[in-house]
């Protein structure tokens, strides 16, 4: 394994930084945008993309962008592809690689994340493009009987060897096992389906070869379902997190990089500052937000041209809460100092 793809994932999981992660498909982007009344067409997303990235100085809290397959093929206004700009401003550009999840044949309400077919000759076309890592997401339901072995196994197995292709092509896989947070259960249910699709995760890595050290882990943190009854402080949350993490996730993994998964953005920098402050893990342990560190820039752009600026200060905003939580610096009330 080369030492590049260490020192990209590395890179990656910098100190004061994280990813953002921008690779909302076309579907997802359209209820995004559905939200604020503007029509997904082509040519909005570019803007709206090409607002986040050119955001000032976004490069100080930002390491890395993951990217759409539309996304990594447009430019600015000023015909600047956004892959040179990102990288230009610092900023490591990534692609989204998997085709979705899709139902699991013979398992009720699971699904198998698709897109191993021809996976090997898209990765050289979007290493060509500029991508340097990629990512691939898992979905895990937590139900009444769920999740099954065979979905853990069916998901883990795919992921290993879109891995195992990853970096063959030199492209520093993030391997992403996401278990969702709607339902009902409690925070033990979580942090058990957490534990069983990790252990079952890092077992397929092993057994395709793939070097963990080039790799990023991205996952849910350990909280409980949306409608549960009991939900619990931030401090527990991050305790809960950093115990199972660290009885599940191999040392030699270099960073662990969360999702937000539809907690609030305020949520998403306090849950992720009381881990770093709890401290003494192997890895780091980062950001690779969506809706966190998006949606209030979303919310102040609107679409509207004179508001690009509102749009890139929410967003910078929200990058620096992250990369202060990075290093269990942040407090909420510098939030109202902004
Ligand atoms: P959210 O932070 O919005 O969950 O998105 C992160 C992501 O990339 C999910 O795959």
């Known amino acids: ?42 040519e909005h997303r570019r803007q709206y993309r090409q607002m986040l990235f050119t955001t000032p100085e976004i490069g100080n809290h930002i390491s890395g962008v993951i990217l759409y397959d539309e996304t990594i093929r447009q430019s600015t206004d000023d015909g600047v592809p956004f892959v040179k700009l990102l990288e230009s401003a610092g900023m ?23 897109g191993l077919d021809g996976l090997r000759e898209r990765l050289a076309a979007y290493r060509d ?14 139900g009444d009987g ?25 492209i520093v896989p993030i391997v992403e096992p996401e278990i969702l947070m709607d339902g009902d259960h409690d925070i033990d249910a979580c942090a058990d389906a957490t534990a069983r699709t990790l252990d079952e995760l890092f077992s397929h890595l092993r057994l395709m070869r793939v070097d963990l050290a080039g790799t990023l882990l991205k996952v849910n943190m350990i909280v409980p379902g949306k409608g549960s009854a009991n939900q ?14 660290s009885s599940h996730v191999p040392s030699d993994v270099p960073g662990v990089v969360f999702l937000s998964g539809g907690m ?17 893990f192997p890895w780091e342990l980062s950001f690779s937000y969506g809706r966190a560190l998006q949606a209030p820039s979303l919310a102040a752009w609107g679409g509207r041209h004179e508001s690009v600026d509102a749009g890139q200060r929410a967003l910078a905003h929200r990058a620096r809460m992250n990369g202060l939580a990075r290093a269990g610096a942040y407090s909420p009330d510098m939030e109202s100092a902004a």
């Open 232 to 245: 619990v402080s931030d401090a527990e949350i991050a305790a809960a997190t950093v115990r199972v993490l």
């Open 129 to 142: 493009l500029g991508a340097r890592f990629a990512k691939w997401r898992a979905t895990v339901i937590v």
């Open 92 to 114: 490591i550009p990534g692609i989204k690689v998997d085709t979705g999840a899709k139902p699991l044949a013979l398992f009720p309400n699971e699904t198998v994340t698709e």
């Open 146 to 170: 769920t999740p099954t072995d065979g979905a853990i196994l069916a998901n883990a197995h795919a992921m290993a060897r879109y891995a195992a292709l990853c970096q063959e092509a030199e």
């Open 264 to 280: 609030s953005d305020e949520q998403a920098t306090s849950r992720l500052n009381e881990m770093n402050r709890i401290g003494g």
């Open 1 to 42: 394994m080369s030492d590049w793809m260490h020192t990209t994932a590395r890179a990656l999981v910098a100190a004061d930084k994280g990813i953002l992660a921008a690779d909302e498909s076309t579907g997802t982007i359209k209820k995004r945008f559905d939200a604020i009344g503007l029509d997904s067409t082509e």
